[in-house]
């Protein structure tokens, strides 16, 4: 049997989540769940170095702490993907707050600070936004870029737990 | 020549008086060859001596290892945490589950028996037949098994009767579903234990850091009920007594098994 592992997407509102996570799994439950109970939850196999593992991803709804989301969805998972609009400045302005909130829960859990919608913002601002978050990746939900890229990385951190905690 | 004959002259006399001082001496030595070459006359002398020392051992032990062995048993019992309470969590359950059944079963006879006293015996001949007619007609039958993880909605064993939607998922969304539930009405520390939607039911019975599952398609009896209840205490009880931190593969592949035994496999052979 392949190594299951579960990754929490999390971030505020309107970031590009579920279209992030639309972009890499060709989804099988309905949308809908998103509204419902706040999750949805869909698997994709990714093979790395001739490895394969399973990645049981959460796309949670709305915001990262709070009282909105169940503390519950976050536990038991091994990688937590923060997602933030780059063309947004609200939605990274609480992104320390908003780690610290998510360590507290999963000490030693990957966390992967990913700027999403590249694609609307120039150059100079992602240089501005780079040194302002120190983000792992650049991501357009809308092109695909680096999408894949972000979770074969986190697939590969996975696979040996001792790369790539930061 | 007399210088010749002195000295053999001194070694048998010599001999003959070290004959003479050693002779009691290689008796006692004989004698004590003896004793340590037979097992019964050496078990005669130390056995005493061995349970002398036990005697003693076993009244000092309290005062001279107690805190030796409790200090063991401690860090065993820390290392072992996970593993202590997965065995402890099915077998909790089923004391529990068969001192209620037994206190319902007596609640329930005494019932009986005073609605027996003021009833007429044609009523209850009839009801009672038309209770099998609608138990011969209801058709149950467990189409999935699971067994997942609490925290991170994992699946760690499934079986089914039929191809469904990817069991990870279903495992997720369940969790999903679970958690939202426990979460949004905590009013108390009770866990989901059970979905009904339309003839199907999905039966949860929670454990430690597990839980297990069954989706179970038609009506189904409160005796069946019980009887599954009790047959994944069981399950639990003799499947997954240990840590389930780290599964490996051996061990999903024989939950897998497992499972279809115990969930799947009687009810494809069950009479309908």
Do not use: C
């Not at chain 2, 036990?54 to 820390?78: C, G, N, T, W």
């Not at chain 2, 999935?144 to 009767?161: D, R």
């Not at chain 2, 989901?192 to 929670?206: P, S, V």
Request: charged share 25%.
């Amino acid at each position: 049997m392949i190594i299951s592992k579960k990754v929490v997407i999390t971030g505020h509102f309107g970031v590009g989540k579920t279209s992030l996570f639309n972009r890499f799994i060709s989804n099988t439950f309905n949308e809908k769940y998103l509204t419902t109970i706040g999750v949805r939850v869909d698997k994709k196999m990714v093979q790395v170095d001739g490895q394969e593992i399973s990645l049981v991803i959460w796309d949670l709804a709305g915001e990262v702490s709070q009282e909105k989301v169940p503390r519950s969805y976050f536990l038991g998972a091994s990688a937590i993907i923060y997602v933030f609009d780059l063309s947004r400045p609200a939605t990274f302005s609480r992104l320390e707050d908003d780690l610290q909130y998510i360590q507290t829960v999963l000490p030693n859990v990957l966390i992967r600070k990913v700027g999403n919608k590249k694609d609307l913002v120039s150059d100079e601002t992602l240089q501005n936004i780079h040194q302002l978050t120190s983000p792992h990746y650049f991501t357009s939900a809308r092109t695909g870029e680096n999408v894949e890229d972000l979770f074969t990385n986190i697939a590969r951190a996975l696979l040996s737990p001792s790369s790539g905690r930061s | 020549m007399g210088n010749n004959s002195t000295p053999t002259k001194d070694k048998i006399l010599l001999e003959q008086l070290r004959e003479a001082l050693l002779r009691e001496d290689r008796a006692a030595l004989a004698e004590l060859r003896h004793i340590l070459n037979t097992r019964k006359e050496l078990e005669e002398r130390v056995n005493p001596i061995i349970k002398e020392h036990l005697l003693e051992l076993e009244q000092s032990f309290p005062d001279a290892y107690l805190d030796v062995v409790q200090k063991i048993v401690d860090r065993r019992m820390h290392q072992k945490q996970n593993e202590l309470i997965n065995i402890l969590y099915p077998r909790l359950g089923m004391m529990v589950r068969k001192y209620v059944n037994s206190e319902v079963r007596l609640w329930m006879e005494r019932l009986q028996a005073n609605i027996r006293r003021t009833s007429r015996t044609v009523f209850w001949s009839k009801r009672r037949r038309a209770e099998e007619i609608i138990l011969e007609n209801s058709k149950s039958i467990v189409e999935e098994a699971y067994i997942v993880s609490h925290e991170s909605g994992l699946l760690l064993g499934s079986a089914s009767s039929a191809e469904t939607v990817d069991k990870d998922m279903i495992a997720g969304m369940l969790t999903a579903i679970k958690a939202f539930v426990e979460d949004a009405f905590k009013r108390t520390d009770e866990e989901l234990q059970g979905i009904r939607y339309g003839g199907y039911e999905i039966m949860i019975q929670n454990f430690f850091n597990y839980y297990i599952a069954l989706a179970i398609a038609g009506s189904i009896s409160e005796q069946e009920r019980d009887e599954l209840a009790g047959k994944i205490l069981q399950f639990a009880a003799s499947e997954l007594n240990h840590d389930l931190q780290e599964p490996d593969p051996v061990f999903y592949a024989k939950m897998n098994t497992q499972l279809e035994a115990y969930f799947i496999k009687p009810y494809k052979n069950k009479p309908q």
